[in-house]
């Protein structure tokens, strides 16, 4: 390979080529970023639930750990589960407005076809939305050419920081009078995470990143649109109404 790591001070975000030294004698010392004249990465001594406090608080520092300086490769499993999380969540929703003892629905409740129509939809709406993020951003870069664009890493940033969807799953199964509230409070704390991502890999403004993620909304409510506006066949396929 023979290409050099690039690493990310987490402080200032300038360019790093290694976050510890080894010494011979089994001595390790944080390298210290000579533009900031602050450890380049302090997580790389801290336990794994910091880094996940400070990663839940948003704070860009350890944004920068997770997203340069680790090979963190989990987005796409992450993904395949919260969109299972989702599927699950929008699929006992759809079974709690029926409230019905007929034999008949008994039976169709435990067919999964419906389930899979839920994580199909969840899917297509997640790609809109990745996808309206990611057209954003390069048309952005590619009008003002002031960066290079590294799209699979802003793929990855946002696959990660959807982490928060994991909490649907807690929500439906303690089921209360204040769910609405929390799908809500969920639904922003992700999109948080998203522009805080967004911010950090293209060091960025936070307004510009809020714009994004905006944008990417759009494009996820269009395809919502676009699927409840389908044929009554598809519809009753995938158990929109
Ligand atoms: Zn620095």
Redesign the pocket.
């Given at each position: 390979m023979g290409k050099v790591q690039d690493f990310r001070?987490v402080?200032?975000n300038?360019n790093a080529t290694e976050l510890h030294r080894d010494y011979s004698n089994g001595i390790l010392k944080i390298t210290i970023?000579e533009?900031?004249q602050?450890p380049v990465d302090k997580y790389i001594e801290y336990d794994p639930v910091i880094i996940l406090i400070d990663a839940i608080l948003c704070k860009t520092q350890a944004f920068r750990h997770i997203l340069f300086n680790t090979s963190l490769n989990i987005h796409w499993k992450l993904c395949v589960f919260c969109l299972l999380c989702e599927a699950y969540l929008r699929w006992s929703l759809l079974h709690s407005s029926e409230q019905s003892s007929d034999p008949a629905d008994l039976i169709r409740y435990t067919k999964e076809w419906e389930f899979y129509g839920m994580f199909l939809l969840a899917s297509l709406e997640l790609s809109a939305f990745c996808g309206g993020v990611l057209l954003v951003v390069w048309l952005l870069v590619s009008c003002l050419q002031s960066q290079s664009l590294e799209l699979g890493l802003l793929l990855k940033g946002l696959l990660l920081s959807s982490y928060g969807k994991v909490l649907l799953v807690p929500t439906v199964i303690w089921e209360h009078d204040y769910s609405p509230l929390c799908l809500a409070l969920i639904k922003l704390f992700v999109l948080t995470s998203n522009c805080q991502a967004i911010r950090v890999i293209l060091n960025c403004s936070r307004r510009l990143s809020i714009l994004t993620v905006c944008l990417g909304l759009l494009c996820e409510t269009g395809v919502v649109q676009v699927c409840s506006s389908l044929p009554s066949g598809f519809k009753e396929l995938l158990r929109f109404e």
């Amino acid at each position: 390979m023979g290409k050099v790591q690039d690493f990310r001070c987490v402080e200032c975000n300038e360019n790093a080529t290694e976050l510890h030294r080894d010494y011979s004698n089994g001595i390790l010392k944080i390298t210290i970023c000579e533009s900031c004249q602050k450890p380049v990465d302090k997580y790389i001594e801290y336990d794994p639930v910091i880094i996940l406090i400070d990663a839940i608080l948003c704070k860009t520092q350890a944004f920068r750990h997770i997203l340069f300086n680790t090979s963190l490769n989990i987005h796409w499993k992450l993904c395949v589960f919260c969109l299972l999380c989702e599927a699950y969540l929008r699929w006992s929703l759809l079974h709690s407005s029926e409230q019905s003892s007929d034999p008949a629905d008994l039976i169709r409740y435990t067919k999964e076809w419906e389930f899979y129509g839920m994580f199909l939809l969840a899917s297509l709406e997640l790609s809109a939305f990745c996808g309206g993020v990611l057209l954003v951003v390069w048309l952005l870069v590619s009008c003002l050419q002031s960066q290079s664009l590294e799209l699979g890493l802003l793929l990855k940033g946002l696959l990660l920081s959807s982490y928060g969807k994991v909490l649907l799953v807690p929500t439906v199964i303690w089921e209360h009078d204040y769910s609405p509230l929390c799908l809500a409070l969920i639904k922003l704390f992700v999109l948080t995470s998203n522009c805080q991502a967004i911010r950090v890999i293209l060091n960025c403004s936070r307004r510009l990143s809020i714009l994004t993620v905006c944008l990417g909304l759009l494009c996820e409510t269009g395809v919502v649109q676009v699927c409840s506006s389908l044929p009554s066949g598809f519809k009753e396929l995938l158990r929109f109404e």
